[in-house]
């Protein structure tokens, strides 16, 4: 059963997105990356960025019909409700992605420094080519020139919670998008 409304920790939370339509975009962006991928010479890798990419990843992969590696990475940069800013080191990353096609998994591009330092440090490892995948996207935040490839749902500028996604490592396991209304 869904909650309309949320309390973690200290803040209250409303039901932002259903899990209905999160279901939704999550499987139409399975539909275009299958389609996409389907005269791929070698399994691509799906690089799935924890920790709030790890439901997307789970949800999504079920959908998935290619052969395919899955690879988990952690950068953390991120505490309360407001981007640091500050980025600290990928670690994970154990994988050999030279030639490879690369699909990066991530739970929601805001402001888009985050993404655009996993993007440099995955393709200084010299894939194919690198595709941007995220469930959650944030345009009037994003700050960056990065063309992103799969997009589930854009937001607006809130702070959400839910499908992975944490306020002080609580939240990610409702399977609603809520958001911050007090
Ligand atoms: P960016 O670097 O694009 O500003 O932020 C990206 C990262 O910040 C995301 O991967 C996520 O971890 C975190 N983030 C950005 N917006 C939100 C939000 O609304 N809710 C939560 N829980 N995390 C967010
Ligand atoms: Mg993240």
Redesign the pocket.
Same mark, same amino acid.
């Given at each position: 059963m869904t909650k309309q409304t949320v309390k973690l920790h200290d803040l209250l939370f409303e039901v932002y997105v259903a899990q209905s339509e999160v279901d939704a975009a999550v499987k139409n962006i399975a539909e275009r990356i299958n389609a996409d991928m389907r005269n791929e010479p070698a399994p691509p890798v799906f690089l799935c960025?924890l920790n709030?990419a790890f439901m997307f990843a789970a949800d999504l992969l079920k959908h998935i019909e290619f052969d395919c590696e899955v690879c988990f990475l952690k950068l953390s940069s991120?505490e309360g409700t407001a981007?640091s800013g500050k980025i600290r080191e990928l670690v994970g990353l154990n994988l050999e992605l030279e030639g490879r096609t690369v699909i990066l998994l991530? %739970?929601?591009? %805001?402001?888009?420094?985050?993404?655009e330092y996993l993007v440099s440090s995955i393709a200084a490892r010299n894939p194919e080519r690198i595709k941007i995948c995220t469930m959650l996207f944030k345009p009037d935040a994003y700050t960056k020139n990065l063309p992103l490839d799969y997009v589930g749902i854009s937001i607006e500028n809130?702070?959400?919670?839910g499908r992975g996604? %944490?306020?002080n490592q609580l939240g990610r396991n409702y399977k609603d998008i809520y958001k911050l209304i007090r």
């Open positions: 960025v709030g991120y981007s991530e %739970d929601i591009i %805001d402001s888009g420094v985050t993404l809130e702070f959400v919670v996604l %944490d306020y």
